[in-house]
């Protein structure tokens, strides 16, 4: 079980990434899949989660910037993150709790 992060970079304030988490050796079928954030000094945070009824939450520190959705394979998960600002600024994580499985994470630096 391996989970996979990228689509990460840097992007200008007011901009927009997309997050991709890939699945290996399983697919995401019945899981909760969540993405996280951690900041330098600062704790890791949940910035959104997706569940297997397609039900899906963003922290209220990226509601209305966020969209997280997964693919009709159910391999991939993606995280949209629109008008950026440089708090967001952080490595992310993908994350299924079922399987205590963390990806190793994609750094995102939005510049002012």
């Known amino acids: 079980v391996q989970l996979q992060a990228s689509g990460g970079g840097l992007v200008q304030a007011g901009g927009s990434l997309r997050l991709s988490c890939a699945a290996s050796g399983f697919t995401f079928s019945n899981l909760v899949v969540g993405w996280f954030r951690q900041a330098p000094g600062k704790q890791r945070e949940l910035v959104a989660r997706?569940?297997?009824?397609?039900?899906?939450i963003c922290a209220d520190s990226v509601k209305g910037r966020c969209t997280i959705s997964g693919d009709n394979a159910k391999t991939t998960v993606f995280l949209q993150m629109t008008s950026l600002k440089p708090e967001d600024t952080a490595v992310y994580y993908c994350?299924?709790?079922?399987?205590?499985?963390w990806g190793r994470g994609t750094q995102v630096t939005v510049s002012s």
């Open positions: 997706i569940d297997y009824g397609g039900n899906t």
């Open positions: 994350n299924v709790p079922f399987y205590h499985a």
